[in-house]
Nanobody, 130 residues
Framework: QVQLVESGGGLVQSGRSLTLTCTAS????????VGWFRQVVGREREGIAC????????LYADSVKGRFTVSREAGKNTVTPQMDSLKPEDTAVYFC???????????????????????WGQGTQVTVSS
């Protein structure tokens, strides 16, 4: 079965770190660009980061740049965002999704990149307490 599953969400204090994992099954994640998105109830889902399949280049929304780092785990068919210096405003449901490379180069921090991504996971909740 072709699917993506996010894991690693939870409750964390402001200023601490959390690492999420996007695990693919039924296909090789290395051949796809992987994007990370988050959504708060009542707001649009926004793209926050992505990693290309061709050269491993990354793109970040301004809101997470310098705090989040997305990487691929060799041999594990996963993509992980390391999220540091978390803030209460990072509280959201986080999703991963796949797209053909190259991924959208603009619009990160908004919902604009969403349409390029086809396969989505079910999401994992991240809550940052102040």
């Amino acid at each position: 079965q072709v699917q993506l599953v996010e894991s690693g969400g939870g409750l964390v204090q402001s200023g601490r770190s959390l690492t999420l994992t996007c695990t693919a099954s039924g296909f090789a994640l290395d051949y796809w660009a992987v994007g990370w998105f988050r959504q708060v109830v009542g707001r649009e889902r926004e793209g926050i980061a992505c990693i290309s399949s061709t050269d491993g280049s990354t793109l970040y929304a301004d809101s997470v740049k310098g705090r989040f780092t997305v990487s691929r785990e060799a041999g594990k068919n996963t993509v992980t965002p390391q999220m540091d210096s978390l803030k209460p405003e990072d509280t959201a449901v986080y999703f991963c999704a796949t797209a053909l490379s190259p991924p959208p180069q603009v619009g990160w921090g908004t919902s604009l990149p969403n349409r390029a991504f086809r396969l989505w996971g079910q999401g994992t909740q991240v809550t940052v307490s102040s």
